[in-house]
């Protein structure tokens, strides 16, 4: 039976998973939009198609790899936290410049002699959107593993080496006392 820890791992990537294909998807579409009407791109089309990308390249192969083999170094608590570290800030970045480049124009997505300019303010919203929610699962799950090492460490048991399915969630506290 997988423990809370495992369980709350795959949420977080499955909103990271989620969040990567509609970056990607919308990302693409936008970029071919603006390439189309302005013969431009604009960077927060390109960042978000490059973390999506990412995000798609590397989860799938950290939860694979460490479902297929175990002790591989991809699945290492310290691997994960530094991996799931950086991803969490690429998102963050992502959502912020979203909301620093599109503010002030798509502050309503109200362009009644417009479709395609409202479908491009929502589908900006969207990866917006998607963004922050892959940036707060990663973020609250690599917290939670960080803190979850962190006491397996002061409790004589370090998990930095091995993976999240091969120990319990927090060690039981040693019965030592001074």
């Known amino acids: 039976m997988a423990s809370w820890l495992q369980i709350c791992r795959l949420i977080a990537m499955a909103f990271a998973l989620l969040g990567g294909i509609i970056a990607v998807a919308l990302g693409a579409h936008l ?16 960042l978000s ?11 799938p192969a950290m939860l694979v790899i460490d479902f297929l083999r175990t002790g591989a ?24 410049l979203i ?14 002699e417009s ?21 707060i699962a990663l973020f609250l799950y690599t917290a939670t593993l ?13 998990i930095w080496k091995s993976s999240v399915k091969q120990r319990a969630a927090v060690p039981p506290p040693s019965s030592s006392a001074p």
Request: net charge negative.
């Open 49 to 59: 198609i490059a973390v999506g990308a990412i995000t798609l390249l590397t989860v």
């Open 146 to 158: 960080l803190v979850v090492a962190c006491v397996h460490q002061s409790r004589g048991a370090p």
């Open 115 to 135: 479709a395609l300019l409202s479908q491009a303010c929502n589908e900006t919203r969207a990866i917006e959107a998607f963004a922050f929610m892959a940036f």
């Open 99 to 112: 909301a620093d480049q599109t503010g002030m124009a798509f502050q309503t997505c109200d362009f009644p």
């Open 73 to 96: 170094f991809t699945s290492m608590v310290l691997v994960e936290l530094a991996w799931l570290s950086i991803l969490w800030v690429l998102w963050i970045a992502t959502g912020a």
């Open 31 to 46: 970029a071919s939009l603006t390439e189309r009407f302005f013969q431009d791109t604009l960077t927060f089309e390109l």
